[in-house]
Every structure is written in structure tokens, then in C-alpha cells.
């Protein structure tokens, strides 16, 4: 093990923590933490995020829609009605509102209808 000797500059010497002084925390905190870092909805949320958009919008939208997914902030919605669509293109800024508010935070920065 090198001394404090065998560094450039004092500050540069990291000594070793046992075990008892070492911040623990589950895994699962300090992946969220990285996620909310990078600016993405991790898959910890998405659950939850789709769950709520379930919710919010009911069980018939929830019967017409293919695909539902979050990446970079951002809830992607693949229906299979093209007015279906369109009715959830003029609301989705209430929809993405409703969302977060369910959740407690900013979730989602915004719905992307396909």
C-alpha cells in the first residue's frame, strides 16, 4: 500500500474505509440516483408511469393500445385507432399534467402518440 509519501499532493491519498465507515446503501437507491443523474425515467418508474396512464385514461384506451413505453423522459403511446389518435394528440399535455400529479413528481416531460 502506498504512503502518503508516494503522492503528489496530500489530497491525492485516499485512505482505505473498513466496511463500518462506508455509506451503505441498497443498490436500488444508487441506480435511481444514476438514472435521475442522466436525465432518464429509469425502468424502476415505468411501471408505475404506465400504470398511471392506465388510470388516468381508462380501460377502453387501455384496450386500443399496442404499445406503450418511457425513454429519455418521454411516455411513447402506439394505439390502433387513427381518431383515437387524434382525440389523444389534443389532450396529451392534460393527460402528461395528470400523470405527474399522480405520481408526486415530474415524471414525464411529455406523450408521444403513434
Not at 14 to 23: H, M, N, T
Request: net charge neutral; charged share 30%.
Amino acid at each position: 500500500m502506498k504512503s502518503t509519501k508516494d503522492f503528489a499532493f496530500e489530497e491525492d491519498y485516499v485512505k482505505p474505509r473498513g466496511l463500518s465507515e462506508a455509506s451503505e446503501q441498497p443498490i436500488l437507491n444508487l441506480m435511481e440516483r444514476f438514472f435521475e443523474a442522466m436525465g432518464v425515467a429509469s425502468d424502476f418508474n415505468q411501471e408505475e408511469i404506465i400504470k398511471a396512464w392506465e388510470e388516468v385514461t381508462g380501460e377502453f384506451i387501455k384496450k386500443l393500445t399496442k404499445k406503450i413505453y418511457v425513454e429519455n423522459k418521454v411516455l411513447y403511446v402506439h394505439v390502433n385507432s387513427p381518431a383515437l389518435k387524434s382525440e389523444l394528440m389534443m389532450l396529451r399535455t392534460s393527460i402528461c399534467d395528470k400523470i405527474n400529479n399522480k405520481l408526486g413528481e415530474k415524471t414525464i416531460n411529455g406523450i408521444y402518440i403513434k
